[in-house]
C-alpha cells in the first residue's frame, strides 16, 4: 500500500512539473510574439519614413527638371525623349535687349545737327577741274554736301561740334541746322585728317535765344567698354532729309579699316549707315556717344553710298578724345609723326636674294629727324616695332599713326657685324 502511495505521490510531482513546463512555455511564446509585433511596428515605421523620402525626391525632380525629364529618366523608350524649349531654359544672365530707344533718342536728339557744306569746282571743255585748269571756257560752280556733327562743347562765346574731316574738307562754306531747325553759319576750327575727325564751332551771338536754349551737350561715353554683342543706336543726317535713327548690334571691334594713306581700327555695326550719317553719333544703351559714324562698306571701297548691307564703321570715342581737346583749344593735329628715315623692305622680290632679315632697310636718315636722335645707322634693319614684327612698311604707319608728339616707339634693329647680324633695341622720341 505504501508503494502504490508512493508511485501516486510521485506521478503527481510529475504531472505538476509539466504543468509548470507548459505554462513556461506558453509565457516565453507570448513574450516572442510581443516582441516580434514590436518589430513589425518598427518596420513598418522605416517603410512608411522612405515612401516620403521618395515622394519628396519625386516632387523635386518633376519641380527641378519639368515632367519630361522626369518621364525619360523612367522610360526605356527612347522615341519618348522631348527636346527643351524656350521657355524651359534658365537664362544665367539677363542682358540689354534695345526694343524701344525714343526715350533715350528724345534725351540726345538736341545734341545732334545736321551739317550742310559747299564746295567751289572749276568746270572746262574736259569736265570738272579741281586744280583750275579746265581750259579756255572755264566755269566755277558750286555743290552741296550733308553730313552730321555732335556738340561736345561751349564756352561763353562759341558752340563746338564734332564731325568727321572729311565732312568739312576742302569747303568754302559750312552751315549747322539745330534741334529747331536753325541754319547757322559755322567755321572750322581744327582738323585731323589722320583719323578723319574735325570740330566746327558756331558763335553764340549768331545764335537765337530759343535756340541756344533747346540745344544738349552730347555725353561721352568708353568706347573700350563695349562688346561685341552690344546694342547701339546710329543717328545722322541721312541723305541730306534730316536726322534720323537707326539701330543694332556692335559686329566687330578693333576692325582696321584704310582710307586713303590712313589706316584706323574702327567699331563695326550692322545699323544703317548712309550718305550723310557721317559725323554722325553712335550711342550705346544709356545714350552716351561711344563712337562717331564714318563709313559704310562698299563691293569697292569705303564709301557713304555703297552696294553692301549691314557693314557700317565708326571711331571710338576714346581713341580720339584727346586729339578732340587740342582741336577745340585751337591745336591742330599736325599728322602722322614719322621715323626721319627712307629705305625699303627687304622681303620685296628685289631684295630676296641677299639673304637679309627681314624688316625695314634703312638707306637714308633725315638730318634732324627723330631717327637721327637716335642709335640708327644706314644699314640698319628694323624688323619690330612696339612688339610688332616689321613685315610691310604699313606696320609701321600704324603704329606710328597712334602716336602723339612725346610719346616714344621701341624699335627692334638688326645690324651687320662681320659675317652675321646682331639685334639691338633703341628707343626713338617722336619729336
Known sequence: MKNESLEGERKKEKLSKNDINKEKMKDMTTGQNMDNKKNNVNILIVI??????????????????????????????????????????????EGVYITDVSEVVEEVMPSIVAITS????????????????????????????AGSGVIVATNDDEIF????????????????????????????????ERHDIAVVSVKKNDMKK???????????????????????????????????????????????VTTDEYSQEMIQIDAAINGGNSGGALLNS????????????SSNSISSSASIEGMGFAIPISDVEGIIKDLINGKNDEGGLTLGIEGYMTNSREM????????????????????????????NIITEIDGNKVTSLEVIKKVLNKKEKGDKV??????????????????VTLN
Open 286 to 297: 544709356k545714350g552716351e556717344v561711344v563712337g562717331i559714324n564714318t563709313a559704310k562698306y
Open 352 to 379: 630676296s636674294g641677299y639673304r637679309m632679315p627681314t624688316g625695314f632697310y634703312i638707306a637714308s636718315i633725315t638730318k634732324d629727324g627723330n631717327a637721327s636722335k637716335a642709335d640708327l645707322d644706314i644699314g
Open 210 to 256: 530759343e535756340t541756344l536754349e533747346k540745344i544738349k551737350i552730347a555725353t561721352l561715353g568708353n568706347s573700350n567698354e563695349l562688346k561685341v554683342g552690344n546694342g547701339i543706336i546710329a543717328i545722322g543726317n541721312a541723305l541730306g532729309y534730316g536726322q534720323s535713327v537707326t539701330t543694332g548690334v556692335v559686329s566687330a571691334l578693333n576692325r582696321e
Open 48 to 93: 512608411g519614413i522612405l515612401i516620403l523620402i521618395i515622394i519628396g525626391l519625386v516632387i523635386w525632380v518633376i519641380k527641378s527638371n519639368g515632367l519630361d525629364v522626369f518621364n525619360n529618366l523612367i522610360s526605356n523608350d527612347n522615341s519618348q525623349i522631348e527636346l527643351k524649349h524656350t521657355e524651359e531654359i534658365k537664362v544665367k544672365k
Open 161 to 192: 561740334i564734332l564731325t568727321n574731316y572729311h565732312v568739312v574738307e576742302g569747303t568754302s562754306e559750312l552751315s549747322v541746322k539745330f534741334i529747331d531747325d536753325e541754319s547757322i553759319d559755322a567755321t572750322i576750327k581744327g582738323v585731323s
Open 118 to 145: 559747299k564746295t567751289v569746282i572749276s568746270s572746262g571743255n574736259f569736265g570738272p577741274s579741281f586744280f583750275g585748269y579746265g581750259g579756255s571756257n572755264n566755269r566755277k560752280y558750286t555743290t552741296e554736301g
Open 410 to 427: 621701341t624699335l627692334k634693329v638688326q645690324y651687320p657685324s662681320r659675317n652675321e647680324y646682331k639685334e639691338k633695341e633703341i628707343i
